[in-house]
């Protein structure tokens, strides 16, 4: 059956008349009548390609492995890095679409016009049969009398510096009509976006920027110019190399590069494709053993240097000894590193502003505790072995693509890459204990039989977190799946497990189905905005034995019931509890979701710039000395019907756990929030914060603040060491119930910005209040109740020491308040 | 198809089918629309072991045989269990299948594989004739051994692993491991590790043989080094730690 489509394709393309091949067109272009795409098509910077009226463009669509880093798409694509100028008219309109005969199924779509840094002026075209009509990636567009029809995605503008103005067009008949991503930019008059079949328009949300580290080299003198020559024997490079050639090193030979080198490569284009050739060959052996005080640079030697001035670190045909490349920092490249037949480590090195920052085949890879950043392409590997550990692979076009590898990726961040996060095809893999946030897509798992996705904090990816298809033999697990703009996890054709992983607050489904064979259980899957599960195909599902929160899963599980030719979800029995859910990640980033049964085991710390919901009900477990450091913000959620409780692993011990720490977070609340067996339930510094309706109980202390401001209402206080702990402390206790401790509340220093009143604060063993030793200032503790005692005898003040502060208790109320909110 | 999967399964005496049976086959297909009444034709079978990775037999494996590319979905025939011998055999009506072997440490025979179970990878395209047996063989493994099948690792190479410490015992991070054939190197010694991480581990990827090693911090070592650890290493090695610079200087 194939053979005869693919004769149909060929019969086809010979009976059209060839306009244009696969090419980088180096020099203005015209394109007129009929013009037969059938590879990828760059237009560079500086060169226009101009579209005449009544032409006919035909992509001959390919879902291909290529691995030319200058290209954005798998697909066939026309990429704009120069000016695209299409010159439709009424009566003679210019049409893109996808070369006919060919079934989409078999070799799907072509990838669209991509204009990426580049500009583009369209009028009266229509673009149809792409993966996206239109990409605008950091660049212009302006569009006027433009249809965009069936096709995946009708217009997607990408990134800030992305503006396109839409004039009298229309977007519709796509799945998915407009994309706006990454805060790009729109103006649109007279046009019609809708009749979409999935959706109009979307607008994803980008996470904070993580912190991105670099190196700069000291300033030298350059001290040896090498240009196209052999290097026999071992060569030391040190100080400052310039590079005008290609430098080989042969089998046998060896390069040794010292810590502090900086080599720089000049640019020398010969073909005018705007890629610059000069770089290292080497088929013996390189050692660039950097430290992080005296990395090694390999950048351009240009004046103002550009992304692909020079070629590339080539190693070739060199693994009987294992080349080296640590604290090196490579940039401005075509390919930053490439590698064939090669055994080299990788580690400490940063890849930035290159095409691509590493690209390899059939070799034996060690990366790790490597930064990839603004590159086109992070990395992109196949028919190798490889560990790709600790790295941070943030700010790409595409961020890593695995096809064919033996590989275990733990313990990597992928982060707001503008495609894929990290997309493995084929090959064995285990991707573990891994961060996935704020890319367009999280992870994509295609055509692979064997695969293990556990313990990955996949989140806040604008479009889809994970993507599984044509895959069979995996096992989902551990996942925390989040936040995600449209589905949390979307399945087509494959088979594996699904099973306890946390599925929670995505845009549209948790789960999209298309087919699927195999389990889903003993998952928690709750707060997704459409549906929990969200089926597209005819088999029925197996998702018993989940937790859903107190979804309403009538609605919440679309199927065959609400629409007629759909499978069947069978969700009964469902599990009364949740499942107990291990956060696996000790630094988050982005907006994160606790629901359900969470253990944490470590300190976790939320960075500045993350939001922590807790949901209603949720039960937070700490192992011993484990607890939260938030620098972003928290919003512990209980309420009175459904509290939240944080509180030990096992056992009774006061201390147990260390401490939900607040360190000069954004304004933060805990409602109906219970911790018990901790050394301080809440800790905070310079927060803005409320304690609503919530209990501190057998803790060593209920709460400590510094500054503010705090307001601490409707809580109790019972059986901990001290109860409240405050230092230079702002803000307003009232209504709250402090018993049993060994000190209700102990004002360490400064304790004029309180107002502790209304209070019932009773039957504490040494003090209700005491004063510390540093406070020499007056405290408001008026109208609050002290259990009948006499103030004076449970509070130490000023009375007990005369250098401290005096506390201020009149008048005091005659008896208990009974309005605590609990 | 998956090259590296095809490697998992042997057809070992595949029976030619004569020109005959092909012509008669092919005008059954045809015209097998016009027949008044359908004709049960007589199975073909297909047999063969199942084996592990180390080609030894696998007891209670089974054959999933489906009538279809759509190997994700419960299968249309499924063989005996595999006794001592690894044998399965199932007879089929002619046609095209495709099939994959399973080994379910827990038994059952439905349902996803669990964490352990074995499979043999890509499912493998066959036809069965009227009447004829077929044989083929299948490799099944669970994740981690299909792992290590698929290793690039240079098959000349062997690796060592292992700790640099420092003299107290503790970890010695941002240093490195070399290896010689002699106690003494010019420049650098012919093998020399990444820089070892906060818990001291190190890789070495050296040919089997008898070498010199040692460790340093300072890079590159001290002309005069002398590695003081002789050791032969025929196979992958861990455990193999080194103590930071440990080294005699030259006399």
């Known amino acids: 059956m194939k053979v005869d489509r693919l004769a149909a394709i060929l019969m086809f393309v010979l009976l059209i008349p060839a306009g244009a091949g696969a090419e980088v067109l180096t020099s203005d272009t015209v394109w007129s009548n009929e013009v037969l795409v059938k590879e990828d098509i760059l237009v560079p910077a500086g060169v226009i390609l101009t579209v005449m009226p009544g032409t006919v463009v035909r992509v001959l669509p390919a879902d291909s492995t290529k691995t030319d880093p200058e290209y954005v798409s798998h697909r066939t694509e026309i990429t704009i890095r120069g000016s695209l100028n299409v010159q439709g008219q009424k009566d003679a309109p210019v049409i893109f679409t996808m070369a006919g005969g060919v079934q989409q199924e078999l070799l799907d779509s072509w990838a669209g016009i991509i204009i990426d840094s580049g500009t583009a002026d369209i009028a009266w075209s229509t673009i149809t049969g792409a993966e996206t009509a239109l990409t605008v990636s950091h660049g212009k567009l302006t569009a006027e009398k433009v249809s965009l029809v069936e096709n995946r995605y009708g217009l997607i503008i990408q990134g800030e510096d992305s503006s396109v103005s839409l004039n009298r067009s229309i977007v519709e008949k796509n799945d998915y009509g407009l994309f706006l991503l990454n805060g790009g930019h729109l103006t649109r008059k007279d046009s019609t976006i809708s009749g979409n079949g999935k959706k109009d328009e979307f607008s994803g949300k980008s996470v904070p920027s993580l912190p991105i580290r670099s190196y700069s080299p000291e300033d030298k003198v350059t001290s040896r110019v090498y240009r196209d020559e052999a290097l026999l024997g071992v060569t030391v490079w040190k100080g400052r190399i310039l590079v005008e050639g290609l430098v080989r090193l042969p089998p046998e030979a060896q390069l040794l590069i010292m810590p502090g080198t900086v080599v720089e490569f000049s640019k020398k284009d010969t073909n005018n494709d705007g890629i610059g050739e000069n770089g290292l060959m080497i088929q013996g052996r390189l050692i660039a053993k950097g430290t992080s005080s005296a990395p090694i640079i390999f950048r351009s030697a240009e004046q103002n240097r550009s992304m692909g001035d020079w070629d590339s670190i080539n190693i070739l045909g060199s693994d009987q000894l294992q080349n080296l490349i640590e604290f090196c920092q490579i940039e401005d490249a075509y390919r930053g590193m490439h590698f064939h037949f090669a055994n080299v480590a990788v580690t400490n090195s940063v890849l930035r502003n290159n095409y691509r920052g590493a690209q390899f085949q059939e070799s034996l890879v060690i990366m790790g505790r490597n930064i990839f950043y603004n590159n086109k392409s992070g990395v992109q590997a196949r028919d190798s072995e490889v560990v790709f550990e600790h790295n941070e692979i943030i700010n790409n076009q595409n961020g890593a693509n695995f096809f064919r590898l033996d590989l275990k990726a733990h313990h990597n961040v992928f982060a707001s890459n503008e495609h894929d996060g990290l997309r493995v095809r084929e090959g064995v893999a285990r991707i573990e204990d891994n961060l996935m946030i704020g890319n367009r897509f999280g992870l994509l798992v295609a055509d692979a039989n064997y695969t293990e996705v556990q313990r990955n904090f996949i989140a806040s990816n604008q479009e889809g977190g994970l993507a599984l298809r044509n895959s069979d033999h995996l096992r989902i697990s551990g996942n925390a799946i989040q936040n995600n703009g449209i589905n949390g996890i979307i399945i087509r054709e494959s088979r594996g497990i699904i099973s306890g992983n946390s599925i929670a607050a995505n845009g549209e489904r948790g789960i999209a189905i298309v087919s699927y064979s195999g389990s889903i259980t003993q998952n928690n899957i709750f707060a997704n905005s459409l549906y929990g599960i969200g089926l597209e195909g005819s088999s029925d599902i197996d998702a018993r034995d989940n937790w859903w929160d107190d979804s309403d899963l009538v609605r919440e599980i679309y199927d065959g019931d609400d629409e007629a030719g759909l499978g069947t979800v069978h969700y009964l029995e469902q599990s009364a509890v949740p499942f107990s859910f291990t956060w696996a990640w000790p630094q988050m980033s982005g907006d994160v979701v606790w629901g359900g049964n969470i253990a944490v085991t470590e300190k976790v710390t939320f960075v500045q710039g993350s939001k922590l919901e807790v949901r209603p009900g949720t039960t937070v477990r700490f192992d011993q000395g484990a607890g939260l450091e938030i620098l972003g913000v928290i919003e512990s959620k209980g309420t009175k019907e459904s509290r939240i409780t944080y509180t030990a692993e096992e056992g009774g011990e006061l201390g147990y756990w260390d401490e939900v720490s607040l360190q000069q977070a954004g304004e933060s609340f805990f409602t109906y929030s219970d911790f018990s067996y901790a050394t301080w339930g809440i800790h905070s510094h310079f927060t803005p914060l409320r304690i609503t309706g919530c209990r501190f109980m057998d803790n060593y202390g209920g709460m400590r603040f510094r500054s503010g401001p705090v307001e601490i209402t409707g809580s109790v206080f019972k059986q901990n060491e001290i109860g409240i702990r405050s230092f230079r402390g702002v803000g307003r206790i009232d209504r709250n119930d402090i018993s049993e401790n060994e000190i209700g509340v102990f004002i360490r220093e400064k304790g004029a910005g309180l107002a502790l009143q209304y209070n019932n604060i009773y039957a504490n063993e040494r003090y209700s209040l005491r004063l510390g030793d540093f406070n020499r200032q007056e405290v408001n503790a008026r109208h609050n109740w002290w259990g009948g005692d006499d103030p004076a005898v449970v509070i130490f003040d000023q009375e007990d020491e005369s250098y401290i502060g005096k506390v201020q208790v009149d008048p005091v109320l005659p008896g208990r308040l009974d309005t605590i909110v609990q | ?251």
């Open chain 2, 1 to 251: 198809m998956n090259e590296e999967y095809c490697a998992h399964f042997y057809v070992k005496s595949a029976v030619r089918l004569q020109r005959i049976t092909i012509l008669l086959l092919v005008f059954v297909v045809l015209f097998s629309g016009n027949l008044p009444a359908p004709v049960a034709a007589e199975p073909g079978v297909l047999g063969g072991r199942v084996l592990d990775i180390v080609e030894e037999p696998v007891q209670s494996a089974e054959v999933y045989i489906f009538d279809s590319l759509d190997v994700k979905r419960p299968a249309d025939f499924i063989s005996n269990r595999t006794g001592e011998n690894g044998q399965y055999q199932v007879q089929l009506p002619p046609g095209n299948y495709w099939a994959v072997a399973v080994f379910r440490q827990g038994g059952g025979r439905f349902g996803p594989l669990a964490y352990g179970d074995k499979h043999s990878g890509e499912a493998v395209a066959f036809e069965v004739a009227a009447g004829v047996k077929r044989s083929m063989d299948f490799m099944v493994l669970n994740l981690r051994e299909a792992a290590r099948k698929h290793q690039k690792k240079n098959a000349d190479l062997i690796r060592v692993t292992g700790k640099v410490k420092h003299e107290s015992g503790s970890p010695a991070a941002m240093a490195y491991a070399m290896a010689h054939k002699l106690e003494q190197f010019g420049v650098l010694p012919d093998y020399i590790s990444a820089w070892t991480d906060t818990q001291g581990e190190y890789t070495l990827y050296l040919p089997p043989g008898r070498y010199y090693l040692g460790a340093s911090l300072g890079f590159p070592p001290k002309n005069g080094y002398i590695l003081n650890l002789n050791q032969q290493f025929i196979e992958d090695t861990d455990k193999v730690d080194l103590i930071v610079d440990k080294v005699k200087e030259v006399q």
